[in-house]
């Protein structure tokens, strides 16, 4: 009796605990303060955020992972950038290249196995040939290319990527950044100035006192002022001590040099500084990943709560929801706090936002009806949406907003409206889902669950309705701001209705009756389907002023989830067992 | 008899298999109109699937078609009535009901605006450089043929015909002007090319059209395509022949001939509207991002001069901030010429205010029928419980 008071507790903290274990910064490496180096703040992509998280983005587009094996060991995406851009020699043996497509395995002479990463140096011999190719492919139209092309221009990308960031702090195959700053003035090395200028991903040199907060220059850019006359900018010097430290493996050297430019940073910028650590805690504790593993241990333990010890397990998976709640909460929280923006900017935290929302309501159900049944919705769809969300994130997911999107008023009402309406038409469904399998699984169904599990479902459409329905609107009325008309059925307006009308059907069809508990049940496994239409199909037409990208693979992972969403409005149709003989059949 | 009839009409109309099969069918036809957008784009769908009574259709390459399919504006018409007619047959005029009085009359009114702006929202443009002055809006889906009498410096004349007249008459008279057109030949749109020595020669005989080639096209709907209107036409003064002109929005430089002094040039350009007021661009400015080409911001700074009211005051036209001005709306919409050039996009809807005004409608609406019920089923378990 005591170990079910007790039991979700200890799970609960202990999940806390290690969630938070994960924030902690790493340790030094080998003697390398690597954690020094990597959150100090440079300027990309037009924000400020520290080196870690250029490093990790970059990786993930490369790569497609955060980390990279190598040799028997797992390097960190910060070893692996500062190998690039301080010893590439190194950094070009290591596998970081992503290839699936047999088309572009074949150009370069390989042939598909189970490894599919490859160096540098493997690719190096065929990199004209791929940049003949990626070139002759880039003219046409993204959404017209061959599955070869996009594969091909895909790769030359990512090349070009790791070459960029190679090429940023100091040029690949020369003797290095203290010799360029030497010989500063020289007529000849003008060049290679503006070759580095040029190649820069990211600009490290913070602005000086007096300067406009968005100054940040590039080495390159700070060589060719060197060049120009202008006094060198401070952090050149510390910035090619660290550089040649590890390019020959100086611990020692390499701390002074960080803790150097640390300083000088700290001095010049202060606010820049506090932020990339702030952001770089964010990306080590990794929230919305640690929520997906807290969610799936609690869906796991409903499960098997349902066959063993339920008044044990129901509480302790409840407890674990709770806490994979509150961590995916403290990430929302903290990226609404490092971005200054409403929950809502992008693709990605769309996702990240669908699954918090249904994971609240879900919340909200268990302590409404217990059973268990919310905790088992809120969990898969909180596990569902985050794995989508993985999936979504494509380089910085805290991009700038286009001027279109650049409004704080909007994106917390529209968008953030609309996107609860998404997440409710989704529990919805899961919860349908639920009912259907319950109904086919449970050994005894109580008709009381089936009336609870209707009664959640219908509740959770209201909701919905009332928030896809204002979400629209709104929507609407910022279209009517910004472009002149309030409703123009351009896709992803034309998305948005459809839920609005799914939502009114089922509603309708309760209220006369023309649909009972089962009928209810099927739309509203299919309400999963117009959903996800409305969410992902919209941006895979690539046409309208809303499209935020094409995207190719996750068109089969939508087929797919259609396809399962069909098979079980089936399943909900059938009656119970109908795949057992009848007993009157048995007996003739 | 009839009674019986109509009684079985009215609970048709009134009934909620309707409004199911209703919204079913609306479905399909946002559907429709939205997969279509890829090849007719948006322009050409909503007008196919959405402003129209039926969705027509005929085999490809024949001249028949027909109705396959209810359209946008017959199935809203249908909702609308189902929606009046439901509201007044079911719904007291009880407390209870209220939230669900308010939603349908919100609906009705959301439904009525787009109605509203389907039929008399206006969409042009305004182009504008850095210090230009501009008293006219254009409308890119509507062309006309412009004989502007350009003799006095300090003004204009303009004879405007539209494009679509040109199409049905052949001989048309100015009126105020001593011109008479012969139209020779109109293309709505049409491909414009150098004429080579092997093609056949022109049957225009003044300015560049001797020197064109013209292919009669497919008229487009597509907003990123533009229809290459051109006409060949006969300006005629007192029975004497100026020539024959080809006039094509696909040409540039200006033509024009004399008639007694007077210089008229011919063009064929967007469809203009004269406003009593004018907008001076003072300055346009475009941010980008530090290090990126992602757009930060766009704006104009104009200047409004109305001198019948003797107005003139700056305002700052930016994203999400647009300007209302005598029942026009002006918003920053695109930008050109190394960032010297801003369009606005300029709308004319006087429906404007009704999905505002239906929006809260039908939101405190639905708020409050969810809490009346969510009230009457706290209390049915607590009855259960007690």
């Known amino acids: ?588 | 008899m009839t009674n019986k009839y109509l009684l079985k009409a009215w609970d048709f109309i009134s009934s909620f298999q309707l409004t199911i099969v209703s919204l079913a069918l609306l479905m399909l036809l946002v559907l429709f109109c939205t997969l279509a957008q890829v090849p007719l784009g948006t322009y050409g769908a909503v007008n196919m699937y959405m402003r129209s009574f039926f969705v027509w259709w005929g085999p490809e390459g024949s001249t028949w078609i027909i109705p396959v399919f209810p359209g946008g504006t017959l199935v809203g018409l249908i909702l609308t009535l189902n929606l009046l007619a439901s509201t007044f047959k079911r719904l007291q005029l009880t407390w209870a009901k209220a939230g669900l009085w308010l939603v349908h009359i919100g609906l009705i009114l959301l439904v009525s605006a787009e109605f509203v702006s389907a039929a008399l929202q206006v969409d042009d443009r305004m182009a504008i450089e850095q210090g230009q002055t501009v008293n006219f809006v254009e409308n890119s889906r509507s062309m006309e043929l412009a004989i502007v009498d350009v003799t006095d410096p300090n003004f204009d004349d303009v004879f405007a015909v539209p494009a679509t007249l040109l199409a049905k008459s052949k001989t048309i008279a100015l009126p105020g002007s001593p011109i008479t057109l012969n139209v020779k030949h109109y293309f709505p749109n049409a491909e414009l090319s150098n004429r080579g020595p092997m093609d056949p020669p022109s049957i225009a005989t003044m300015g560049v059209g001797p020197s064109v080639k013209i292919e009669e096209r497919a008229i487009t709907s597509n907003e990123n395509e533009m229809n290459a209107t051109s006409a060949f036409i006969e300006p005629v003064i007192s029975g004497r022949s100026y020539g024959v002109w080809l006039a094509s929005i696909a040409l540039g430089a200006p033509q024009s001939f004399t008639h007694e002094g007077h210089t008229y040039v011919i063009s064929i350009r967007p469809t203009r509207h004269y406003l009593p007021y004018a907008l001076t661009l003072k300055k346009f400015s475009h941010d980008v991002y530090a290090g990126t080409d992602i757009p930060k911001n766009f704006s104009s700074l104009v200047q409004i001069s109305n001198p019948s009211k003797g107005e003139a005051r700056d305002v700052l036209i930016y994203m999400n901030q647009p300007l209302r001005y005598e029942g026009r709306t002006f918003y920053q919409a695109s930008f050109g010429k190394g960032d010297t050039l801003s369009i606005l996009q300029v709308v004319k809807n006087p429906g404007w205010l009704l999905p505002y005004i239906s929006c809260v409608l039908v939101t405190v609406g639905l708020l409050v029928h969810f809490a009346i019920m969510l009230r009457r089923s706290l209390k049915r378990r607590q009855e259960k419980v007690s």
């Open chain 1, 1 to 588: 009796m005591k170990l079910t008071k007790l039991l979700p507790w200890i799970v609960g903290v202990s999940a806390l605990v290690l969630a938070l274990f994960a924030a902690m910064p790493q340790g030094k490496v080998n003697g390398f303060d690597i954690n020094g180096f990597a959150k100090m703040p440079v300027l990309e992509g037009g924000r400020v955020k520290p080196l870690d998280s250029v490093a990790r983005n970059s990786l993930l587009l490369i790569r497609g992972k955060q980390s990279v094996r190598f040799e028997g060991k797992t390097l960190s995406a910060d070893q692996w950038v500062l190998d690039l851009m301080f010893r590439p020699e190194v950094a070009d043996r290591q596998p970081v290249f992503r290839i699936d497509d047999p088309d572009v395995l074949g150009l370069i002479g390989m042939k598909q196995t189970s490894n599919a990463y490859f160096s540098f140096e493997t690719l190096g011999p065929h990199i004209d040939e791929l940049e003949k190719q990626a070139k002759a492919a880039q003219p046409i139209d993204a959404k017209k290319r061959t599955r070869f092309q996009s594969a091909v221009v895909n790769l030359y990308e990512r090349i070009y990527l790791y070459h960029r960031l190679k090429n940023t702090l100091q040029l690949a195959g020369t003797p290095g950044l203290a010799v360029q700053i030497q010989a500063v003035a020289v007529p000849q090395a003008a060049e290679m100035h503006s070759a580095l200028a040029q190649l820069a991903l990211f600009r490290m040199l913070p602005p000086l006192a007096g300067q406009k907060e968005d100054a940040w220059q590039s080495v390159g850019e700070a060589l060719e002022a060197g060049a120009m006359g202008q006094p060198l900018h401070p952090g050149l010097q510390p910035l090619s001590r660290i550089a040649a430290a590890y390019g020959a493996q100086d611990a020692a050297a390499f701390n002074s040099g960080v803790t150097e430019f640390q300083s000088l940073v700290s001095s010049l910028r202060p606010g820049a500084m506090s932020h990339a650590n702030n952001e770089i805690t964010f990306n080590r504790a990794q929230p919305f990943y640690m929520g997906m593993i807290i969610y799936v241990l609690a869906l796991l333990m409903i499960f098997v709560s349902w066959l063993w010890k339920p008044d044990l397990l129901q509480p302790t998976a409840f407890a674990l929801l709770l806490v994979g709640a509150l961590v995916h909460t403290a990430g929302l929280a903290f990226r609404i706090i490092l971005q200054g923006r409403p929950p809502v900017t992008n693709l990605y935290s769309s996702a990240v936002f669908v699954g918090w929302g249904a994971v609240v309501l879900g919340i909200i159900l268990e302590r409404l009806y217990k059973k268990g049944f919310g905790t088992a919705v809120a969990t898969a769809a909180g596990f569902g949406s985050l794995i989508v969300a993985q999936h979504l994130a494509e380089g910085d997911t805290m991009e700038m907003m286009r001027a279109v999107l650049d409004s704080n008023f909007w994106l917390a009402t529209h968008v953030v409206t609309i996107t609860i309406g998404y997440s409710g038409t989704f529990l919805a469904g899961a919860i349908a889902i639920a009912y259907t399998l319950w109904k086919h699984i449970a050994p005894d169904p109580d008709p009381e669950t089936g009336k609870a599990l209707v009664s959640m479902a219908y509740g959770i459409i209201c909701f919905s309705l009332l928030f896809s329905f204002v979400g629209t609107v709104l929507g609407g009325i910022w279209a009517d701001q910004s472009w002149g008309r309030f409703w123009g059925w351009d896709p992803k307006e034309n998305g948005a209705l459809f839920i609005v009308l799914w939502n009114a059907i089922i509603l309708h069809a309760r209220w006369s009756g023309m649909a009972r508990d089962r009928g209810i049940m099927t739309m509203a496994i299919f309400g999963n389907v117009i959903t996800s239409l409305s969410w992902f199909g919209v941006n895979m037409l690539g046409v309208g002023l809303h499209s935020y990208g094409f995207m190719d693979s996750a068109f089969y992972a939508l087929s797919i989830f259609i396809a399962t969403q069909l098979l079980l409005m089936g399943l909900c149709m059938m009656p119970r067992r109908f795949h057992f003989t009848k007993p009157s059949e048995k007996k003739a």
